[in-house]
Structure formats: C-alpha cells, structure tokens
C-alpha cells in the first residue's frame, strides 16, 4: 500500500522568505502526485499537480514542485512566502490500481510578518 | 455548477444518536469518497465508493456507514456516535480523466459528540 510522509509538521518562516515543504511517497509504480491546499476553516483545493511530462509544476500563485523519480519525492517550494500563505498543506500520491489518493499528514505554513 | 456540497456544516450530538452526512456532486464524477480530518492526523479515509452501487471501506471505516444509489449522492451514516467521532468531515469527487483522479471537497461538516 501506498505512503506518503510530509516531513515537517509544522513550518515557521518570516515573510518574503523562501520555503519548502518536503513530501516523500513509497511506491513509485506510475504516479500521480499533488499538493492540496486548505486555508483557516475551509475545504481543500488543489494546489498542482503532476501527471506526466515535465517533471517541474508551477501554480498560478508561485508555487512549484518537482517530481523526482529517484528519490521517491514531490517537495513544494515557493521563492518569497506572504502572509496570505499561511495555510496547511497536504501532499497526496495515487498510485498503480487505486482509485482514491493517499494523503500525508500534511504540513502547517505559518508566515511571521 | 455547484460542485461537491455537504449539509449540515456543523452539528452537535449526543453518545449513542445516530445521523447522516450529506454529499452531493453535480459533475458526474465517477468517484466519491469520505475523509475525516482531526488534529495531527491528516486527511483519513473512510469509505470510498468507483460508481453508483459500489462502496469499499478505507483506512478508518468502523461505526460508519454509506451507500451510493446514484452518481450524485454519497451519503455517510454514524448508527450510534461516539465522542471519538468528533471531527471534521469532507465528502471528496473525482474522475478518471484528464485530471488524474484530482480531488475535488466540499466545505466540510464540523461534527461534535458529547
């Protein structure tokens, strides 16, 4: 069965800094990988995705993330964080014949003004 | 198109009642499932269901149940509640598409059990 194991529980870091929130999954059979995002009190949305093709993602709000087969990897990484980042973080991996992704515990963004 | 929607947004019950979550997509996706979310522990799933009269259990199925009469609907019961089963509740749609089973959640049902 699939894994997937977010690193950091918890990320502070002042504004304007650059962050990465690291992801890490156990099967590397033909996956699809993304970052979902959940702001204070809401649903989660998704952030990008990685389906095939170009192994580097971007979202429209200056986030990126990186497939690497390799490592087993899909960390997120953004240059300059606001404020308005803070949210939690949940990286997700669909692996082989399953139908539903599996989550990490996701990872909390605080951005310290 | 209103995508994934879940009544009630909050409730409150006690030990022992039981009640259903509602869910409802209206994007003809294949795929529903049900997670719960509780401090520290991520996204847990609990039932799943590929089409309409289909259903298998995830990671945390006990004391819950659901069915699927219909591609919009996924309802969840909690035959008797327990206070272990305060949480937060998001009902999630995919399909096997283009989007590669991407996740699309509603709002969130915010459940306590005294």
């Known amino acids: 069965a699939q894994s997937v194991t977010q690193l950091d529980s918890q990320v502070p870091v002042f504004e304007e800094a650059p962050v990465e929130l690291r992801c890490n999954y156990s099967s590397s059979v033909s996956v699809y990988l993304f970052w979902y995002v959940q702001y204070p009190n809401q649903g989660l949305q998704l952030l990008l995705k990685y389906l095939s093709g170009s192994t580097l993602v971007k979202s429209i709000n200056g986030f990126e993330a990186e497939f690497n087969k390799s490592q087993t990897s899909f960390h997120l990484r953004k240059p300059s964080v606001h404020i308005s980042d803070t949210a939690e973080y949940f990286c997700a991996v669909k692996s082989g014949g399953s139908y539903i992704p599996t989550f990490g515990r996701g990872t909390s963004l605080i951005v310290h003004p | 198109n209103a995508g994934v929607t879940q009544t009630p947004k909050f409730q409150v019950l006690k030990t022992g009642q039981s009640m259903t979550l509602q869910c409802a997509q209206d994007m003809n996706h294949e795929y529903m499932s049900w997670y719960r979310q509780d401090p520290g522990m991520g996204l847990r799933l609990i039932h799943y269901s590929v089409g309409a009269g289909i259903t298998d259990q995830g990671e945390v199925p006990n004391g819950y149940n659901v069915s699927r009469s219909t591609t919009e609907d996924f309802p969840l019961r909690l035959l008797s509640a327990a206070p272990s089963q305060t949480s937060v509740y998001f009902c999630?749609?995919?399909?096997?598409?283009?989007?590669?089973?991407?996740?699309?959640f509603g709002p969130g049902t915010r459940l306590t059990v005294t």
């Open positions: 999630a749609s995919s399909y096997a598409g283009t989007g590669g089973y991407e996740q699309y």
